[in-house]
């Protein structure tokens, strides 16, 4: 076969977001039935389809499962250390407003150890789209308890089942002030994806939680089957609800699963309020940030 021939076969076999990944670092270490790919999968077609210029977007995570979501992706990425992504994306979003910033990793990162940063973040209003892929567990330690994990539901640290009321994501946030909110499975493929896309098109704090399965550890301990068994129950068991009051969205073990868009609105960002304060303040004599971003460049 021609060298011609064995490139348009190459080419033709070639998945379609593998422009979006760091292709020389696959296969990814998740298990076997793990959702994280298959909200990675609609990450790089929400980039896709918005026609994002990747050349001007970062992505950050910090550690456990998810948080190995930045090292595959092929964008400017920072792997940072337990709980402080959000702090991290603030730093840089700040310092480089040009740039679109996704902060995606799991819950035990963002809302367990992370959990202040969380909901100072969305406070300020800082201008992140945060994707929290939540699995009930901490995953890559263990399976230990989590911030999420339902209440009755079993764990390496409560093997008698959970008795810590559980986040409601979804509420946690918007209670804090987050502008955009919502949830789905990663069942919900072309609705994840919308979701991704029109995040991407909006300003101030955005967060997309997204219910993943864990087979190796929350399925194997709750003794709730596969990963294929778990997809089967977010079909049968999901109920969408757009504009749901989030504070009637908390799940419970191994029942119904409120999903939908439940906020979206238009606040100033942190970086607004700022500017216009100090020009307020201060009049002519306010310099602000340069219309093409940060002060640091090639």
């Known amino acids: 076969m021609s060298n011609v021939k064995q490139k348009v076969r190459a080419e033709e076999a070639e998945h379609p977001i593998a422009p979006y990944l760091r292709m ?35 992505i950050i995570s910090g550690i456990g499962c998810t948080g190995r979501v930045a090292g595959y992706m092929k964008l400017d990425a920072f792997h940072t250390t337990h709980g402080r992504a959000i702090p991290f994306g603030t730093g840089l979003k700040l310092g480089r ?24 973040a969305a406070r300020r209003n800082i201008d992140l789209l945060v994707i929290l892929v939540n699995n009930f567990i901490y995953a890559m330690t263990g399976g230990q308890n ?4 339902p209440l009755v539901a079993r764990s390496s640290t409560m093997p008698f089942g959970n008795y810590e009321a559980p986040f409601n994501i979804p509420n946690l946030a918007k209670c804090c002030g987050a502008t955009y909110v919502a949830r789905w ?11 991704f896309r029109e ?17 190796t550890l929350y399925s194997r301990l709750n003794k709730l089957g596969t990963g294929l068994d778990l997809m089967k ?25 409120v999903c939908g868009k439940f906020v979206d609105e238009e606040k100033p960002t942190f970086s607004e309020r700022r500017e216009e304060h100090y020009r307020n303040k201060l009049g002519d004599d306010f310099v602000g940030m340069p219309s093409e971003g940060g002060w640091l460049h090639e």
């Open 24 to 58: 020389d670092r696959i296969p990814h270490i998740w298990c076997p039935t793990c959702g994280i790919g298959t909200v990675v999968k609609c990450y790089a077609t929400a980039l896709e389809e918005a026609e994002v210029d990747l050349d001007k977007t970062a």
């Open 97 to 120: 407003p040009e740039l679109n910033v996704t902060v995606f990793s799991g819950d035990g990162d963002l809302v367990g150890i992370g959990g202040n940063h969380f909901i100072h």
């Open 146 to 149: 989590a911030p999420t994990t």
């Open 185 to 195: 499975t990663c069942l919900h493929i072309r609705r994840v994806t919308k979701a």
């Open 199 to 215: 995040a991407l098109g909006k300003k101030g704090f955005r967060v997309i939680e997204v219910i993943t399965p864990c087979a």
């Open 233 to 257: 129950f977010y079909h049968d068991e999901a109920d969408i609800c757009h504009g749901a009051d989030t504070r009637d969205v908390e799940i419970d073990f191994q029942s119904r699963i």
